[in-house]
């Protein structure tokens, strides 16, 4: 388990990079007040998601636009094929916390 | 309509396949394609593929679950010649005659060159993945001394990659400033700047005369009588529409395949899309190509509705958008910079070669510039609105 930072830092809209403790990167984000944690790297080439936009539950590649899920990691237009693995990221006292076993996929 | 050619058989194709499909249209659709591969990408051809850190598997714009789903039959390996839009037939070069009720023209671009070049070993220039496959063979032979022609986004990227494998890389530009005409004066020499960053020559405002070497290049000899020893040329001069084959169909051609805001050309039954199309846009309040992966992505959803409603169906556009990767650094520009927009930075600073600059013109916001900056860059594209026609045409 990781403590990303207190759910203030995070603000509904915005999103935060994890390269700490975890094997690969994750993006979390606020998503109009449910959080969510996804691998930060973009499937399709190599983009950081965490600064993708953000609009419902969906995030845009910032570089060619492919939209995922983030509920799910599933994209939902070309040109990413591959889905995103998902993680358990949860508010407890005020605290994001993303629960990731490291080297294992999660 | 029972029947679609869809003539090209790359990006702008296999979209305009995929929307069709989308659309609900359930007949027959044949792709024609000069090369034989099936739709690859091209930007890594000149970026991961050209050093070798992705393989030609890697760069597929589709996989086979996708095609079965599509149902296109696939002439690959095969050039179109002839289209006559009476007889609604296509010719092949293999003399073989294709009847279909109606046309997609999506064949792109090719590369321009330089006299002297054909026959010459060592000399390329970068279109296809055949073409990127010799060219990082000859980069890897080890002969160390490369020239690019040409300081525009592709040359660039390649010179950036040629350096990353240790290579001793010269470019050369006609222009005084690189990217001018993209990017304005300011940002083009803040951009070409990253050649210098790392320490590759870059010669600006000199032409090239012709190249020197029997079987294989030597040197390239400037306009100003300099001679640029040389192991290896690459050719980054810019891209001609692919429009020959259209000759005697009586379609309108004119730098590209003339086409109205839905992309239908002066032939009913016949549409354009990606680089070989030339279509007004609201955003740049120009009549142009737009040779970007984003158009090519894009646009064919436009042609497709048009083909498919058999009228005109001009679709809200996104601003004209591409990005770059060279020597680190993420370039990415949307909208369209004309000559006098004066770019204002925003945020970050020039030096660190991280920032965001929005170009104004008579008070609108007409195109946004990012280097390391994606996450406002793409908060910023969202803001730009088309430029109202009187406003882009006071512009020179
Ligand atoms: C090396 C490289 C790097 C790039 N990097 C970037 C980038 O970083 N960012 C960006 O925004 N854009 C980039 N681009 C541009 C982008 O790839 C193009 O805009 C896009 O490929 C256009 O797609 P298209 O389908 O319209 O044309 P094309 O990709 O040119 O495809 C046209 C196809 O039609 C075929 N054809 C032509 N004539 C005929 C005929 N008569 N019969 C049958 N087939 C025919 C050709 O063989 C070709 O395969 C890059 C391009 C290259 C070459
Ligand atoms: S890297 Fe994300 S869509 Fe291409």
Known sequence: MITVCRIEDLPPGEALRVTEGVPAPIAVFNADGTVYAVDDTCTHQDASLADGWLEGCYVECPLHAAAFDLRDGRPTCPPAKVPLRTHRVTVEDGRVVLHVTVGEPA | ?396
């Open chain 2, 1 to 396: 309509m029972k029947s679609i050619a869809v003539v090209g058989a790359s990006l702008a194709a296999l979209s305009t396949v995929r929307a069709l499909r989308a659309e609900g249209y359930d007949g027959a659709i044949t792709v024609i394609g000069e090369e034989r591969h099936h739709p690859y990408d091209r930007p890594p051809l000149s970026k991961a593929f050209l050093k070798g850190d992705l393989d030609a598997d890697a760069l597929a714009l589709a996989d086979p679950d996708e095609y079965a789903d599509l149902r296109v039959r696939w002439l690959l390996g095969e050039r179109a010649v002839r289209l006559d839009p009476a007889a609604r037939t296509i010719t092949l070069r293999s003399g073989r005659e294709l009847r279909a009720d109606a046309a997609v023209v999506a064949t792109g671009a090719s590369p321009r060159t330089i006299a002297g070049a054909q026959g010459l070993a060592g000399v390329h220039t970068l279109r296809t993945l055949d073409d990127a496959v010799a060219l990082r063979a000859d980069l890897r032979d080890g002969l160390p001394r490369v020239v690019v022609i040409g300081a525009g986004f592709i040359g660039a990227e390649v010179a950036s990659t040629a350096h990353a494998l240790g290579l001793s890389v010269t470019v050369v530009e006609a222009a005084e400033v690189p990217l001018e005409r993209v990017l304005g004066r300011e940002m083009g020499l803040v951009c070409s700047s990253l050649h210098t960053d790392h320490g590759v020559r870059l010669l600006c405002g000199t032409g090239v005369a012709g190249l020197t070497g029997e079987g294989r290049v030597t040197g390239v000899r400037l306009a100003d009588g300099r001679l640029l020893p040389a192991d290896l040329v690459v050719v980054g001069v810019g891209v001609r529409p692919a429009t020959a084959w259209l000759a005697g169909s009586g379609l309108t051609v004119d730098d590209g395949l003339v086409c109205d805001a839905g992309c239908a050309t002066n032939i009913p039954g016949v549409v354009a899309a990606g680089d070989v199309a030339r279509c007004p846009n609201p955003f740049t309040g120009r009549h142009q190509r737009i040779e970007h992966w984003s158009n090519a992505t894009e646009q064919p959803r436009t042609a497709a509705r048009t083909l498919l409603s058999g009228r005109s169906a001009p679709t809200p556009v996104q601003p004209p958008y591409f990005w770059s990767d060279q020597y680190q650094a993420r370039i990415q520009l949307a909208g369209h910079v004309a000559p006098g927009d004066r770019p204002q930075l925003v945020a970050g600073d020039l030096e660190s070669r991280s920032f965001v600059a929005v170009y104004r013109r008579n008070g609108h916001d007409v195109a946004v510039l990012a280097v390391n900056q994606p996450k406002l860059f793409s908060r910023l594209r969202r803001t730009l609105t088309p430029v109202p026609s009187a406003v882009a045409r006071a512009a020179p």
